[in-house]
């Protein structure tokens, strides 16, 4: 069974940092593209960003951009999302997210992706 299971989500400050983890277990996505999405309440689903199987090329979303970095570890099967900087506006429900296709590239579109983790909380008070 393919799972993928965020943590690290909090309630922090404006302007502090938070590290969230995403774990995969029951296949390897070591040649995968992963993304980051989030959902605030009465919102729908938006990107933040993504990162190809390689590390290599990333992608994010303007209003992150600067302020979050995406990252990988292949060896330990996991994604990061680093946030610094954060603002009130950041407050959301995480995902992380996995495409399915061998040496998949980035993509800022939910569809695209085939494996999606159960939500991590985020609050930033200001």
């Known amino acids: 069974q393919v799972q993928l299971v965020e943590s690290g989500g909090g309630l922090v400050q404006a302007g502090n940092s938070l590290r969230l983890s995403c774990a995969a277990s029951g296949r390897t996505f070591s040649w995968n593209a992963m993304g980051w999405f989030r959902q605030a309440p009465g919102k729908e689903r938006e990107f933040v960003a993504t990162?190809?199987?390689?590390?290599?090329?990333?992608y994010y979303a303007d209003s992150v951009k600067g302020r979050f970095t995406i990252s990988r570890d292949n060896a330990k099967n996991t994604e990061y999302l680093q946030m610094d900087s954060l603002k009130p506006e950041d407050t959301a429900t995480y995902y992380c997210a996995a495409r399915g296709g061998y040496r998949s590239s980035t993509s800022q579109y939910p569809a695209n992706y085939d494996y999606w983790g159960q939500g991590t909380q985020v609050t930033v008070s200001s």
């Open positions: 990162i190809d199987w390689s590390g290599s090329s990333t």
